[in-house]
């Protein structure tokens, strides 16, 4: 990775053990020119992972997932223990993304728009990828951030706290009971509906079928709203 008029001696990419001499980085390939302070971006990460997406409108779709830790809610049914993260750089993120086969990344969470996404975003388009994000939508996103946004707010556990992004590709709303009028303010602004049941762990398998079932019967009274269904869990995968 090469920087201009620079000298980012204070970033040290992992793969290449190279210290400031980012002309030669193994990591880099033919890749454009990055800026220093954009490799050495910190974020706190939970986990990098490859696996397919198994929910929403990509159902199936296999990416890359970068989940960072922190979140502004704290929903019951979470199933990211997202105060637990290591910090890494930007160089580090890149150099973990780059051992997959793969040119798709969701940024989850946690919640992401906690963080500063930009750094991320010129370093991966510049390589071609293609960025999505799963947010609870109480962080307005700037435009041209991401090429995909789903929206998967939580106002039915947090009445009080708004809804600042109001459009997108896709929102998906876990259900617990809510009626789906609560949506009617933002819903003209996303592409794709989902409705997804609310999956508890520490729930039976009687209880969460209950569950299933009852989403599934407001979805067909709600033919604006489709089905959605957490199917890599049912896989046994992340």
Same mark, same amino acid.
């Given at each position: 990775i090469n920087a201009i008029n620079s000298q980012p001696s204070f970033v040290k990419c992992e793969v290449c053990n190279l210290n400031? !001499? =980012?002309g030669n980085c193994g990591i880099s390939g @033919? #890749? +454009?020119v990055d800026n220093p302070s954009d490799l050495a971006m910190e974020y706190k $990460?939970? !986990? %990098? =992972?490859? +696996?397919i997406q198994g929910e929403g409108a990509k159902c199936g779709i296999p990416h890359v997932f970068i989940r960072f830790g922190k979140c502004n809610l704290q929903c019951e049914w979470c199933d990211t223990d997202f105060e637990t993260f290591t910090t890494m750089? #930007? /160089?580090? %993120?890149? +150099? !973990? $993304?780059l051992k997959f086969d793969c040119k798709r990344i969701i940024f989850t969470g946690g919640e992401p728009m906690l963080n500063d996404l930009w750094p991320l975003h010129r370093l991966f388009k510049a390589r071609g990828y293609e960025l999505s994000c799963e947010s609870n939508g109480t962080i307005e996103i700037p435009d041209g951030l991401l090429d995909w946004i789903t929206i998967s707010p939580k106002d039915q556990e947090y009445p009080n706290v708004s809804i600042r992004q109001t459009s997108g590709d896709e929102l998906k709303c876990v259900y617990v009971g809510q009626d789906l009028a609560m949506y009617d #303010? /933002?819903?003209e602004g996303f592409e794709h509906l989902f409705l997804q049941p609310c999956y508890l762990h520490s729930e039976s398998v009687e209880? @969460?079928?209950k569950n299933f079932a009852l989403t599934e019967n407001v979805v067909k009274k709600n033919p604006q709203w489709r089905l959605s269904l957490q199917t890599h869990k049912?896989?046994? %995968?992340?």
């Open positions: 400031g !001499e =980012f @033919n #890749a +454009s $990460v939970v !986990e %990098i =992972f490859h +696996s750089t #930007a /160089i580090d %993120i890149l +150099s !973990e $993304v #303010a /933002i819903k209880w @969460n079928g049912w896989m046994g %995968i992340d």
